[in-house]
T-cell receptor, first 114, second 110 residues
Framework: ETGVTQSPTHLIKTRGQQVTLRCSSQSGHNTVSWYQQALGQGPQFIFQYYREEENGRGNFPPRFSGLQFPNYSSELNVNALELDDSALYLC?????????????FGNGTRLTVT | DQQVKQNSPSLSVQEGRISILNCDYTNSMFDYFLWYKKYPAEGPTFLISISSIKDKNEDGRFTVFLNKSAKHLSLHIVPSQPGDSAVYFCAASAGTPLVFGKGTRLSVIA
């Protein structure tokens, strides 16, 4: 069973630039969630995708956007990067559209904004 | 406003002893609770969960206890092993996305 994979593993961007992070969900999982983990904090929910539609969003501005593809893989896009966007971005997949099932996380993408 | 709180940033335990990690929550609507373990350079790994209709769930060396009246849950690891050294996150849900605590770093000393 293939787990959740994320790319790239590390990324350095300059303030104001745009970034795209990618995630392949675990085999058999149809729901993808994205989380941001700042240093010393727990993961914070950005949004979730189910059947290629956004299915819930956390307290993040519109410059954070996403996509889900027919094969359930997903992208997180962040426009107009700010220094505070520096964090570990985690993708998680699960088996159903409901929230009450364990999430399976990838190893994350470490984004540094300078 | 933190809905899920892990008040101990770190914990050190001797190998073979019990590790007890604590978590408090404020939202009485939470009905599903999970513990995740995270090693450096890896994503969080699901450990164990409990729904609000139970007060205990056990899986091998790991047991989670839920006290709804106190809005408190704990993770017991017995016996603790050096490989258990990691950051442990408590998470909760109310049919909504998971809300995570800030984590507790467990160090198991051989």
């Amino acid at each position: 069973e293939t787990g959740v994979t994320q790319s790239p593993t590390h990324l350095i961007k300059t303030r104001g630039q745009q970034v795209t992070l990618r995630c392949s969900s675990q085999s058999g999982h149809n729901t993808v969630s994205w989380y941001q983990q700042a240093l010393g904090q727990g993961p914070q929910f950005i949004f979730q995708y189910y059947r290629e539609e956004e299915n819930g969003r956390g307290n993040f501005p519109p410059r954070f956007s996403g996509l889900q593809f027919p094969n359930y893989s997903s992208e997180l896009n962040v426009n107009a990067l700010e220094l505070d966007d520096s964090a570990l971005y985690l993708c998680a997949s699960s088996r159903q559209g409901a929230y009450n099932s364990p999430l399976h996380f990838g190893n994350g993408t470490r984004l540094t904004v300078t | 406003d933190q809905q899920v709180k892990q008040n101990s940033p770190s914990l050190s335990v001797q190998e073979g002893r019990i590790s007890i990690l604590n978590c408090d929550y404020t939202n009485s609507m939470f009905d599903y609770f999970l513990w995740y373990k995270k090693y450096p350079a890896e994503g969080p790994t699901f450990l164990i969960s409990i729904s609000s209709i139970k007060d205990k769930n056990e899986d091998g060396r790991f047991t989670v206890f839920l006290n709804k009246s106190a809005k408190h849950l704990s993770l017991h690891i017995v016996p603790s092993q050096p490989g258990d050294s990691a950051v442990y996150f408590c998470a909760a849900s109310a049919g909504t996305p998971l809300v995570f605590g800030k984590g507790t770093r467990l160090s198991v000393i051989a």
